[in-house]
């Protein structure tokens, strides 16, 4: 359900919105950054088509808007878009907010951590309001670990696993966010 201060995107969407509130730019310039072997491409693969599409959804949205254009030298002008002041808001928001299931932190909960440091922006707050949600879905799963047969057992076993996976990523990225980042260019 979309709340009226947080559209309901997908994480591409997120993704290229939060590109574009940086700084304008068009969408091949966007589609460039999530190339696999990018910083952002590495971990989140936006493909070309995708974050047109991404693009033409947000512009439907008012979240961002056309402000120019730039000549190419491989093909049409390129509309180069911003994203509205409400838009960076509630950009700035979403990049905050911990990451409420378990399923979600390799790609949302990566991508903002990612995009944070693009921004030269410290993860700690998100980190320590992430393991606030990490403490509340352990205490969840240790209610039901011994509970049901032995499939049902493992797979508690397995996501209690994968808690402590994203307690070290966090433990990682905390130590690493008391070094200065590295503004994008």
């Known amino acids: 359900m979309e709340k009226p201060d947080r559209p309901d995107l997908p994480l591409a969407e997120w993704i290229?919105?939060?590109?574009?509130?940086?700084?304008?730019?068009?969408?091949f310039a966007i589609a460039a950054l999530t190339v696999e072997g990018t910083d952002m491409g590495e971990f989140w693969h936006i493909s070309r088509p995708m974050v047109y599409r991404s693009?033409?959804?947000?512009?439907?949205?008012?979240?961002?808007?056309?402000?120019?254009?730039?000549?190419?030298?491989?093909?049409?002008?390129?509309?180069?878009?911003?994203a509205t002041r409400s838009a960076k808001t509630i950009v700035n928001r979403w990049l905050g907010e911990?990451?409420?299931?378990?399923?979600?932190?390799?790609?949302d909960l990566t991508s903002k951590?990612?995009?944070l440091q693009r921004r030269g922006i410290s993860p700690a707050r998100l980190?320590?309001?992430?393991?606030?949600?990490?403490?509340?879905?352990?205490?969840?799963?240790?209610?039901?670990e011994h509970t049901g047969d032995h499939v049902t057992?493992?797979?508690?076993?397995?996501?209690?696993?994968?808690?402590?996976?994203?307690?070290?990523?966090?433990?990682?990225?905390?130590?690493?966010?008391?070094?200065p980042a590295a503004k994008a260019s």
């Open 113 to 115: 951590l990612l995009l």
């Open 98 to 107: 911990p990451v409420g299931h378990l399923r979600d932190i390799r790609a």
């Open 127 to 144: 980190v320590e309001r992430q393991r606030v949600v990490l403490d509340e879905i352990e205490e969840a799963l240790r209610v039901k």
């Open 55 to 82: 693009i033409t959804r947000l512009v439907e949205r008012g979240l961002i808007t056309p402000v120019g254009t730039e000549e190419s030298d491989r093909g049409p002008q390129r509309t180069i878009y911003a």
């Open 16 to 27: 290229v919105l939060a590109l574009v509130a940086e700084r304008p730019s068009h969408g």
């Open 153 to 179: 057992r493992a797979i508690y076993a397995w996501r209690l696993d994968l808690v402590h996976a994203a307690r070290q990523l966090l433990d990682a990225v905390n130590v690493d966010s008391t070094r």
